[in-house]
């Protein structure tokens, strides 16, 4: 079992910032790949970021060049810095986590990020 905490959302002006992050604990060596998604209000959860144990991320298009996602191993914590926030990234952030050896897969409890003037 692994569980995921995620924080740091709040209500930002379009073009801010905010950073999320997540943290994970239980039986952490069993995960090999973290990812963020989002579900922004009346639409489907979607995936918007991924990084493995090895260090490989990507990121969706919707995203690309404004997210950054980081793992700082040794706290067993994940980050999402956003950069130029537009309105259209106003959703529920969700922390997701696939692990060995059966691929499960948990989810935090989300945050909320409101881009709005």
């Known amino acids: 079992q692994v569980q995921l905490v995620e924080s740091g959302g709040g209500l930002v002006q379009p073009g801010g910032s905010l950073r999320l992050s997540c943290a994970a604990s239980g039986n952490i060596d069993s995960i090999y790949v973290m990812a963020w998604y989002r579900q922004p209000p009346g639409k489907q959860r979607e995936w918007i970021a991924h990084i493995t144990e090895i260090g490989v991320i990507v990121y969706s298009n919707s995203v690309k060049g404004r997210f950054t996602i980081a793992r700082d191993n040794p706290k067993n914590t994940m980050f999402l810095p956003m950069n130029s926030l537009k309105l259209e990234d106003t959703a529920a952030y969700y922390c997701?986590?696939?692990?060995?050896?059966?691929?499960?897969?948990?989810w935090g409890q989300g945050t909320q990020v409101t881009v709005s003037s």
């Open positions: 997701n986590a696939h692990c060995r050896p059966d691929n499960d897969s948990f």
